[in-house]
């Protein structure tokens, strides 16, 4: 490991010591103290669901309560993460799945939207950065198209296809279709003529040329453009299941949010950004095996 | 029976600042014999790369003909391989690829081991064994071009099209590469016509020089006939008591057109007599 690497790493571990303490020193809150109270407060107090009783006859706060007073520390988190992955593959209920199920889901869901996508814009993008008027006649439509936030076609989805499941699925579509579509058309026209000239020469077949020439020589473009519709979609696929209640990643930091569960909507942040790394580095590897230097 | 004839090709564009058409060159006529290798030498405008396509049917023609074999020929062909100034190799592919889409387009009948053969020999020809595998961005300028030219012989085209192709190569690497490619095309003996910017490579290399008269309206000004015998090496071609004086001619020739830029400005004979080329032979 290089030194700058080895100082990166140091720096990297104490601004998480840092960020950890401070986060567990704000969030720290006094225990209780019974002093300067009187019976009838106290039973009051215990009545309300404020404090409780412990087996040794002390008064604490109530657990429960504690919940939803201030922000959880890293410790409650923790705890939380423990329990959750501890129940990792176990279905309690029909909306109550284990995180596993709930990040297989999502993971699926987001696989299939974003796959359709790049297949549906890869395959235009070709047709359109081969054939000048017709990009020229398209565009304008990609263009006001593109801006749209994929949540805005999220109702009209779901009352077309009439199916939640799908509608998500649709979001991540919409989510992921622009940016590749651009792009490819835009590196497939932008191809050096040269390599176009070479394929003529060798009278290579249609199909030789999309695969052997056109793809290959473009595939840095689109894999650019793959990357930005990758990022999209990911972002688009949590406000859609939070939106339309599908079970997964998404769906889970909302329904803890709806038990008041402060700690379980910051487990779901950390679930998302955890499931987001993992598939962008295996994006990356992909992306690795088809780009080339110039 | 010319093998390949240029009959009267012109090329006119539409002009940039509108209105009317910019002729580049007119009534290029020539006719070149199998096994010939010819050299256009000429200023920047006069469209010799855009011959050159014309030729290998990468640009189209306004007027006249590109006839190879007796035969009119339209659009690009197996028959007419380019080397490129600009290299053109596939950069996601590796030296051997690069070469097997050539050899793959010509021989589509020839089974694996064939094909993997015959690109190896080739390979080797130019001297690049080792480098099967590389892509082009590891390889100098000077590997890419042997590249370059192992791709052109390996498919055995009739015609070879040399367009500037040592022009982006060191001057050391260039004169080694100029008698590799003596050596291939020895054995070969492609009909070639090439364009260049090298007085001394074109006297290396051809039978004929065709000298351009500048653009717009560019014509073929004069053929000089370089009777200096075969085999001709770097070391020896200078020794020639016509060498200097063939390369003085070509080097009046370019400075007189350098001059004043313009065609209008070089003083030519005009009417029915400059529309052949004066022939020079010394």
Not at chain 1, 52 to 58: A, N
Not at chain 1, 181 to 204: C, E, M, P, W
Not at chain 2, 182 to 205: C, G, K, P, Y
């Given at each position: 490991m290089g030194k700058t690497r080895k100082d990166a790493l140091l720096i990297?571990?104490?601004?998480?010591?840092?960020?950890?303490?401070?986060?567990?020193?704000?969030?720290?809150?006094?225990?209780?103290?019974?002093?300067?109270?009187?019976?009838?407060?106290?039973?009051?107090?215990?009545?309300?669901?404020?404090?409780?009783?412990?087996?040794?006859?002390?008064?604490?706060?109530?657990?429960?309560k504690e919940k939803v007073k201030g922000v959880p520390g890293p410790l409650a988190v923790l705890a939380k993460t423990r329990e959750e992955l501890g129940e990792a593959f176990i279905k309690k209920g029909t909306n109550d799945h284990g995180i596993a199920y709930l990040v297989m889901y999502t993971v699926t869901r987001f696989a299939a939207g974003f796959l359709a996508a790049s297949v549906v814009a890869v395959v235009v993008g070709v047709i359109l950065g081969l054939n000048k008027v017709l990009f020229q006649a398209v565009n304008p439509f990609i263009q006001i198209l593109k801006p749209i936030s994929p949540l805005a076609w999220m109702p009209l989805l779901l009352y077309t296809v009439k199916d939640p499941k799908w509608t998500?699925?649709?979001?991540?579509?919409?989510?992921?279709?622009?940016?590749?579509?651009?792009?490819?058309?835009?590196?497939?026209?932008?191809?050096?003529?040269?390599?176009?000239?070479?394929?003529?020469?060798?009278?290579?077949?249609?199909?030789?040329?999309?695969?052997?020439?056109?793809?290959?020589?473009?595939?840095?473009?689109?894999?650019?453009?793959?990357?930005?519709?990758?990022?999209?979609a990911l972002v688009a696929v949590v406000p859609a299941e939070m939106l339309l209640g599908e079970l997964g990643v998404g769906y889970l930091s909302w329904i803890e949010w709806n038990n008041l569960d402060i700690a379980g909507v910051i487990f779901a942040i950390l679930v998302v950004g955890t499931v987001g790394v993992i598939l962008d580095s295996g994006f990356n590897k992909l992306a690795g095996l088809v780009t080339y230097q110039e | 029976m010319a093998f390949l004839q240029i009959d009267h090709v012109s090329k006119y564009f539409a002009s940039p600042t509108g209105g009317g058409q910019v002729c580049i060159f007119k009534d290029v006529t020539i006719k070149i014999d199998k096994g010939e290798f010819v050299a256009t030498i000429g200023h920047s405008g006069c469209g010799k790369t855009t011959l050159l396509n014309i030729i290998a049917g990468?640009?189209?023609?306004?007027?006249?003909?590109?006839?190879?074999?007796?035969?009119?020929?339209s659009g690009p062909g197996l028959d007419r391989m380019v080397v490129f100034q600009t290299f053109s190799l596939m950069p996601w592919m590796t030296v051997f690829q690069n070469i097997r889409l050539a050899v793959r387009a010509a021989y589509p009948?020839?089974?694996?081991?064939?094909?993997?053969?015959?690109?190896?020999?080739?390979?080797?020809?130019?001297?690049?064994?080792?480098?099967?595998?590389?892509?082009p961005t590891a390889l100098s300028g000077g590997m890419k071009q042997r590249v370059g030219l192992a791709r052109a012989f390996s498919i055995e085209p009739k015609v070879l099209l040399l367009d500037e192709p040592f022009a982006q190569i060191d001057a050391l690497t260039r004169?080694?590469?100029?008698?590799?490619?003596?050596?291939?095309?020895?054995?070969?003996?492609?009909?070639?016509?090439?364009?260049?910017?090298?007085?001394?490579?074109?006297?290396?290399?051809?039978?004929?020089?065709?000298?351009?008269?500048?653009?717009?309206?560019?014509?073929?000004?004069?053929?000089?006939?370089?009777?200096?015998?075969?085999?001709?090496?770097?070391?020896?071609?200078?020794?020639?008591?016509?060498?200097?004086?063939?390369?003085?001619?070509?080097?009046?020739?370019?400075?007189?057109?350098?001059?004043?830029?313009?065609?209008?400005?070089?003083?030519?004979p005009e009417g029915e007599e400059s529309q052949a080329p004066t022939v020079v032979r010394f």
């Open positions: 990297s571990i104490a601004l998480l010591v840092v960020f950890l303490t401070g986060w567990h020193l704000f969030t720290l809150t006094a225990g209780f103290d019974p002093k300067g109270k009187t019976e009838e407060e106290l039973q009051l107090m215990e009545f309300n669901g404020d404090i409780m009783r412990t087996p040794e006859g002390k008064y604490v706060w109530n657990p429960e998500a699925v649709l979001v991540v579509f919409m989510a992921s279709v622009w940016p590749t579509l651009a792009t490819t058309a835009f590196g497939v026209n932008s191809l050096r003529k040269d390599y176009l000239h070479v394929a003529a020469i060798l009278q290579l077949s249609w199909f030789k040329r999309l695969f052997k020439v056109i793809l290959p020589g473009a595939a840095p473009t689109i894999v650019n453009g793959l990357r930005i519709s990758f990022g999209s | 990468l640009e189209t023609m306004t007027e006249g003909a590109i006839l190879l074999n007796g035969r009119e020929v009948d020839w089974d694996h081991e064939k094909i993997a053969a015959h690109v190896q020999r080739y390979i080797e020809l130019v001297g690049l064994k080792g480098a099967e595998d590389k892509r004169g080694v590469i100029q008698e590799e490619l003596i050596q291939m095309w020895n054995t070969s003996r492609n009909t070639v016509f090439m364009v260049t910017h090298d007085v001394d490579e074109a006297i290396l290399l051809s039978d004929r020089i065709m000298l351009m008269s500048n653009g717009p309206g560019a014509r073929i000004a004069e053929i000089v006939d370089v009777t200096i015998p075969r085999p001709r090496s770097r070391a020896t071609i200078i020794e020639h008591p016509h060498y200097y004086k063939i390369r003085n001619h070509i080097i009046h020739f370019l400075v007189r057109h350098a001059k004043h830029g313009g065609a209008a400005e070089v003083d030519e």
